[in-house]
């Protein structure tokens, strides 16, 4: 069943006297694959960096509230939301180390497992991003060694690893080749049960490969939210309109 | 006509340079490394090693000052090396690269500058007299940690700030807190360079004489707790040469000198190697 996951209300964000997001309204439903698109600089990783609280870090003024689950995320101590908002990042960074490493090093931090439960979540986790069969055997070797394709798909075994209820996604396809995004896509996919995601994409045709709802962003204002569908095929505002038809952006 | 170099010869003239430059650097130290082997070599025996010291040096051994080397030395990196990194991880880590971080950065660079016969005044004044500690392994200690200090802090602060910041971002973003990322990704990605400062640092404290010779001072004996004096090998060597006891002994104890300088160095590598190797 879809319930409200993550509820904004007049989110303004700033960065240096600099707003970035003006007055964003947006409610994330679970079970959604919820996409945004928009041209660089329309905030769409802010909104991110502002969901998980990493902005706090650069120095970014956020007024306004996000609720997840319907608690204000400033009520929720910031380690154990990150735990529950995951964020893929653009660039697959994988932290020096095994791949096993990789994996357990979040969750070792945030419970007791014994190895035996640290292997059943090396395994769940790198099934559940499809990546198991491919390195199985060499769990141990540093993670390096993996191509972009599989290093991204690690980055969303190490958030699986820590169960959490929402995976944020920002633009994790742009480095990457045609079949590997279409693993990943297809991963995102498998996982949409388990998984609200959010999906901040530059590519507005894996929008409308995957996205359930997308969301269209320009210079830090939300032009308009609608079904995939309706979005593709008649948007209302006109600057939707041009986007999508690539006529800038 | 403007008369030009065609790039096969300049090529070829810039590898010469260089090649000349590093030929000249390896040999400057090969003829002091073998210039004192070569003295010295003749009076490193095993009775050289591991007898006291007699007639002022004229006689005997060199333990008791092999000993007061290692412990001042040890002495000064165990207090320098926690507090050095932890400035140059609050300087890092915690501050916002502002005026304080500026400053900071500004002091460890002018007291890296400064001479080490100052340090030694300075804790003679401040360790030996001041605070009542005596010619002793603390106070000579304390003084080679002083001086040793920016070293650390500096090296470190370099190595810190190498490691990219997408590791620690990555790190918060899977819900680790600031210090567990500072132990578990800042600090093992950090290691090596670590590691450099505080091999530079200990082969400025080994090696040191102006500074030790105020706060150690110069006993014979083999030092029986912190508060003995001691004669470290650097001094020991001062002494010898100096005064005109006995130049072979000189020469020999500036041989163990070199040959524990470059074994430090050579286990401080092998160690970094191999905990690359198992990190990355």
């Known amino acids: 069943?879809?319930?409200?996951?993550?509820?904004?209300?007049?989110?303004?964000?700033?960065?240096?006297?600099?707003?970035?997001?003006?007055?964003?309204?947006?409610?994330?439903?679970?079970?959604?694959?919820?996409?945004?698109?928009?041209?660089?600089?329309?905030?769409?990783?802010?909104?991110?960096?502002?969901?998980?609280?990493?902005?706090?870090?650069?120095?970014?003024?956020?007024?306004?509230e996000?609720?997840?689950?319907?608690?204000?995320?400033?009520?929720?101590?910031?380690?154990?939301?990150?735990?529950?908002?995951?964020?893929?990042?653009?660039?697959?960074?994988?932290?020096?180390?095994?791949i096993y490493k990789n994996i357990v090093y979040g969750p070792k931090m945030h419970n007791n497992y014994t190895k035996k439960e640290l292997d059943e979540l090396v395994y769940f986790s790198l099934s559940s991003a499809g990546l198991w069969d491919e390195v199985k055997d060499r769990l141990w070797d540093s993670a390096?060694?993996?191509?972009?394709?599989?290093?991204?798909?690690?980055?969303?075994?190490?958030?699986i690893a820590l169960k959490p209820e929402v995976i944020m996604m920002d633009?994790?396809?742009?480095?990457?080749?045609?079949?590997?995004?279409?693993?990943?896509?297809?991963?995102?996919?498998?996982?949409?049960?388990?998984?609200?995601?959010?999906l901040v994409t530059n590519n507005t045709k894996q929008a409308a490969r995957i996205g359930t709802k997308t969301a269209f962003f320009f210079a830090g204002e939300l032009i308009e939210v609608?079904?995939?569908?309706?979005?593709?095929?008649?948007?209302?505002?006109?600057?939707?309109?041009?986007?999508?038809?690539?006529r800038f952006g | 006509m403007k008369f030009r170099i065609g790039p096969r010869t300049s090529q070829i003239i810039a590898y010469i340079l260089l090649l000349i430059c590093t030929i000249f650097v390896i040999s400057i130290l090969i003829f002091i490394i073998g210039f004192v082997f070569k003295n010295g070599f003749a009076s490193l025996t095993w009775n050289f090693l591991t007898q006291k010291?007699?007639?002022?040096?004229?006689?005997?051994?060199?333990?008791?000052?092999?000993?007061?080397?290692?412990?001042?030395?040890?002495?000064?990196?165990?207090?320098?090396?926690?507090?050095?990194?932890?400035?140059?991880?609050?300087?890092?880590?915690?501050?916002?690269?502002?005026?304080?971080?500026?400053?900071?950065?500004?002091?460890?660079?002018?007291l890296a500058g400064v001479p080490s016969i100052i340090f030694g005044l300075f804790g003679f004044?401040?360790?030996?007299?001041?605070?009542?500690?005596?010619?002793?392994?603390?106070?000579?200690?304390?003084?080679?940690?002083?001086m040793i200090l920016p070293t650390i802090i500096r090296t470190s602060e370099e190595a810190i700030k190498a490691v990219p910041k997408a590791y620690r971002e990555i790190s918060y973003s899977l819900g680790v807190g600031k210090i567990d990322t500072i132990i578990k990704i800042v600090l093992p990605s950090a290691f090596p360079g670590i590691l450099t400062g505080i091999i530079l640092g200990i082969g400025r404290a080994v090696s040191e004489t102006a500074a030790v010779i105020f706060t150690a001072g110069s006993s014979l004996n083999i030092p029986s707790s912190l508060f003995s004096s001691t004669r470290t090998l650097a001094v020991h060597f001062?002494?010898?040469?100096?005064?005109?006891?006995?130049?072979?002994?000189?020469?020999?104890?500036?041989?163990?000198?070199?040959?524990?300088?470059?074994?430090?160095?050579?286990?401080?590598?092998?160690?970094?190697?191999?905990?690359?190797?198992?990190?990355?």
Request: hydrophobic share 45%; charged share 20%; net charge positive.
């Open chain 2, 53 to 110: 010291t007699k007639a002022m040096g004229k006689e005997g051994g060199v333990f008791p000052s092999i000993i007061g080397t290692l412990m001042v030395t040890l002495f000064a990196i165990i207090v320098a090396t926690p507090l050095g990194l932890g400035s140059a991880l609050y300087l890092t880590e915690y501050t916002k690269g502002g005026v304080i971080r500026r400053v900071i950065s500004f002091g460890a660079d002018c």
């Open chain 1, 144 to 159: 390096t060694c993996l191509s972009g394709g599989q290093q991204q798909r690690l980055c969303i075994a190490r958030s």
């Open chain 1, 171 to 198: 633009e994790p396809c742009s480095g990457l080749d045609p079949i590997s995004t279409i693993k990943i896509e297809n991963t995102m996919l498998n996982l949409k049960d388990k998984f609200t995601f959010i």
């Open chain 1, 66 to 98: 996000i609720r997840l689950d319907d608690v204000d995320i400033k009520n929720i101590p910031v380690n154990e939301l990150r735990r529950r908002v995951g964020l893929i990042f653009a660039t697959p960074i994988v932290l020096p180390g095994s």
């Open chain 1, 226 to 246: 609608a079904s995939t569908e309706q979005l593709f095929t008649a948007p209302k505002d006109k600057r939707t309109n041009d986007y999508i038809i690539g």
């Open chain 1, 1 to 64: 069943m879809s319930v409200s996951k993550i509820k904004i209300t007049g989110l303004n964000l700033y960065y240096d006297n600099i707003q970035v997001l003006k007055n964003i309204n947006l409610e994330i439903y679970s079970d959604e694959i919820f996409s945004i698109i928009g041209p660089a600089n329309a905030g769409k990783s802010s909104l991110l960096r502002a969901i998980n609280r990493l902005a706090d870090l650069d120095g970014a003024v956020v007024q306004g």
């Open chain 2, 125 to 146: 004044i401040f360790f030996v007299i001041a605070l009542k500690l005596g010619w002793s392994i603390i106070s000579g200690g304390l003084t080679l940690a002083v």
């Open chain 2, 238 to 280: 001062y002494i010898l040469a100096r005064e005109g006891i006995s130049m072979p002994k000189a020469y020999g104890t500036a041989t163990v000198l070199i040959i524990s300088i470059l074994l430090i160095n050579f286990i401080a590598y092998r160690l970094m190697h191999r905990f690359i190797a198992r990190y990355y």
